[in-house]
């Protein structure tokens, strides 16, 4: 059975920082790239950042130079650190895992709120 577990979300005011954790089970995981995507209400869901098989990251554009990203391949564990929040970073955070032609999973999801 494939798990990705998210934890780490909370409140936190303007400015600010929290670090998500995504532990996953039940996968290759070092063969899979992963990613985090969020939703805000009413909007769709739209891509924070990616991390390859090795660990290389690329962020979107609306997260550069605030969060970071990182796995590690021997605990199964995929993190993102971000930095510098603002309210438009309030939004369900999602873990994903993918690897062409063998799977695609996602986590339940994490709330991040950003506000004073």
């Known amino acids: 059975q494939v798990q990705l577990v998210e934890s780490g979300g909370g409140l936190v005011q303007p400015g600010g920082s929290l670090t998500l954790s995504c532990v996953v089970s039940g996968i290759p995981f070092s063969t899979y790239g992963v990613a985090w995507y969020r939703q805000a209400p009413g909007k769709q869901r739209e891509l924070v950042t990616t991390i390859s098989p090795m660990g290389t990251a690329v962020n979107s554009d609306p997260v550069k130079g605030r969060f970071i990203a990182s796995r590690d391949n021997a605990a199964n564990t995929v993190a993102l650190q971000m930095n510098s929040l603002q309210p438009e970073d309030t939004a369900v955070y999602y873990c994903?895992?993918?690897?062409?032609?063998?799977?695609?999973?996602w986590g339940q999801g994490t709330q991040v709120t950003v506000s004073s």
């Open positions: 994903n895992a993918r690897k062409p032609w063998e799977g695609d999973y």
